[in-house]
């Protein structure tokens, strides 16, 4: 890594080695070339001159979280925000202090006897980003915070000892005085002389930066700390605080990272709700409370409450369920996947006439009378559920009550799972901006980009495979697909009932992969399984099309649910990983005009 800078452009007189260690020895003229500009720079460029964030250009559409694909799940293993910890790595070992900053920090935490002491943090950043930039939080609200962190921290074995002491950084020397002053169930430690130099005008002052610096350091070490994510500075604190925190550990109160509230219709067994949850553990401005899950089925409830213990089940049909329970939940978001059999190709699409689409109608008109008031709506259902009169229904009721939409067609293979199940989703958001299309911002894997192999079980149980005579009776009728093929077909909830348009079923047999890069389509396995005596054919198992469905490694059924009630939940659901995305992208872009 090579770390210079143009004093010119630098928009500070602090040079960095007054603070911290160099970053490398390494400079560019190492490499005897000119430095690209970000503008016109290429993968082979030996080195690239990266401007700051506010001066790239061409900027792109939005700044993705990344981590490296080597270590991304090793670090989800033991961390809930593997992408926080990330930038933590990165932040922590740039700005590695020097030994002016260590005795600077130790100086400043015995000065105000923080040595060897379980604390809190708070950071309340004022002055010039009140209605500019963020809302004004009085010091109550900080406090309310602080207060609950420690009573759950007291309750826990590893914490029962935490002091009340709280480090608190600020800009505004009022809101340690009122803290100390009005909240004495705590004792406030605090950095006055820091206080005085974060003025606007003191910023760009060395002594200004080492305050600050301080501060980054003592609230980094905290075991919460309450901000908010309005000011980079408290992103910065909590990435670097993330190095050190496992996922058991509470980590922080973002006061401006309020919950998202969500209502979850025609739930099943809980894609939305794990697509919501992968969503909190990448990106850490996105927090969401589901205040209910709304399903008839029993089984499905079961599930579902075995993976979202916390989360309130209401099992009733949604058109049962009073207008005043429905409102009385406040939600910021519904998500929902209605019955989709008055829409299938191979339902008699009775559409609107069906009994099954009562529920989706109820729900248009709860809109409609406001009873529900979301501020974003996100469907899922069939290719085919657009040609429907309820979908036109659907539509005009956005438009009525003010909303932007986006209908988009996705499969699973267009993000990398080799599994074919088209469906169509309608995005929804109250504003006056068009939602950008999907497909417009994003680039899309084809089905030739997807092998099925990393997505098998290595060892599969006896019970999966099929008799022979089961072979030779339905060969006929199978879609068969093995460890070679670029994708299998939509599972449906008849799937291990029926061979016939439920599912991919697995040859596995002893060719060579070389062989079996020879026969990926269906119609030449099967040609292949007519020529063997032993042919070995068999079911995807229920974990393999969670894989496919892109359900995440925690979620599980409850040992009770039998094979054949799991395959059924499985085909009733939805792709975890499409919908994540989806939902991302309605955040990220509801505006045309994306930064």
Not at 438 to 462: A, G, I, P, Y
Not at 482 to 511: A, P, Q, W
Request: glycine share 4%; charged share 25%; proline share 4%.
């Amino acid at each position: 890594m090579v770390f210079e800078y143009n004093l010119s452009n630098w928009d500070s007189s602090i040079d960095w080695s007054a603070l911290f260690l160099p970053v490398s020895n390494c400079t560019v003229r190492d490499y005897q070339s000119q430095p690209h500009p970000w503008s016109v720079s290429t993968p082979d460029s030996p080195v690239v001159d990266l401007p700051l964030i506010e001066a790239l250009d061409p900027r792109p559409d939005y700044l993705p979280l990344a981590v490296p694909r080597t270590v991304y799940e090793k670090i989800k293993c033991c961390h809930l925000k593997p992408y926080v910890w990330w930038i933590g790595q990165l932040a922590s070992f740039i700005m590695r202090p020097n030994h002016y900053m260590i005795k600077l920090v130790r100086q400043s935490k015995r000065r105000l006897g923080l040595e060897g002491v379980q604390y809190l943090g708070c950071h309340i950043r004022r002055t010039d980003k009140i209605g500019s930039e963020a809302k004004y939080h009085n010091v109550y609200e900080y406090y309310t915070a602080l207060a609950d962190a420690h009573q759950t921290l007291r309750s826990s074995q590893m914490f029962r000892n935490i002091s009340s002491v709280v480090y608190l950084a600020t800009d505004d020397l009022a809101a340690i005085e009122e803290f100390q002053t009005d909240f004495k169930a705590f004792r406030v430690a605090a950095n006055e002389e820091s206080t005085k130099s974060a003025a606007v005008m003191e910023r760009k002052k060395k002594q200004s930066t080492a305050n600050a610096v301080v501060d980054l350091y003592i609230l980094s070490q905290s075991h919460f700390i309450v901000c908010t994510f309005s000011s980079s500075f408290a992103d910065l604190h909590t990435n670097y605080a993330s190095t050190r925190r496992c996922r058991q550990i509470l980590e922080c109160e973002s006061l401006d990272d309020l919950n998202i509230n969500v209502l979850e219709l025609f739930s099943g067994m809980g894609g939305f709700h794990s697509a919501l949850k992968e969503i909190e553990s990448e990106d850490p401005s996105l927090m969401f409370e589901v205040k209910a899950a709304v399903d008839i089925n029993e089984i499905a409830n079961e599930v579902y409450k075995h993976n979202f213990s916390e989360t309130r089940i209401i099992p009733k049909s949604v058109e049962t369920i009073p207008n005043s329970v429905l409102g009385q939940l406040s939600v910021d978001l519904i998500v929902m996947s209605p019955p989709c059999q008055p829409f299938t190709r191979v339902g008699l699409k009775k559409d609107t006439e069906d009994s099954r689409c009562e529920g989706f109608q109820h729900v248009m008109k709860c809109l409609k009378d406001g009873v529900l008031c979301p501020k974003w709506i996100v469907l899922e259902n069939v290719k085919g559920f657009e040609d429907s009169g309820a979908c036109q229904l659907y539509l005009d009721t956005l438009c009525h009550l003010g909303y932007q939409y986006s209908v988009e067609f996705l499969h699973p293979f267009h993000f990398g799972v080799p599994n074919a199940r088209l469906r169509c989703y309608v995005l929804a958001s109250k504003g006056t901006v068009q939602l950008v299309k999907f497909e417009s911002v994003h680039t899309l894997k084809s089905v030739e980009d997807c092998c099925l192999k990393t997505f098998l079980s290595l060892q599969v149980d006896s019970s999966y495979y099929l008799s022979n005579h089961a072979i030779s009776k339905y060969l006929s009728v199978m879609d068969v697909v093995s460890e070679s093929s670029t994708h299998c077909m939509c599972f449906t909830k008849s799937y291990s009932r029926y061979f016939e348009g439920t599912g991919s079923l697995v040859l596995e047999c002893d060719k060579s992969t070389s062989e079996l890069e020879d026969m990926t389509s269906s119609t030449t396995l099967k040609a292949n399984i007519a020529h063997e005596q032993l042919p070995k054919v068999r079911l995807f198992t229920d974990d393999e099309v969670l894989r496919l469905h892109s359900f995440p490694k925690w979620f599980q059924f409850p040992e009770k649910v039998t094979r054949r009630q799991r395959y059924k939940l499985l085909g009733n659901s939805l792709n975890v990983l499409v919908v994540k995305k989806l939902l991302l992208h309605l955040f990220k872009h509801e505006d045309a005009d994306v930064s």
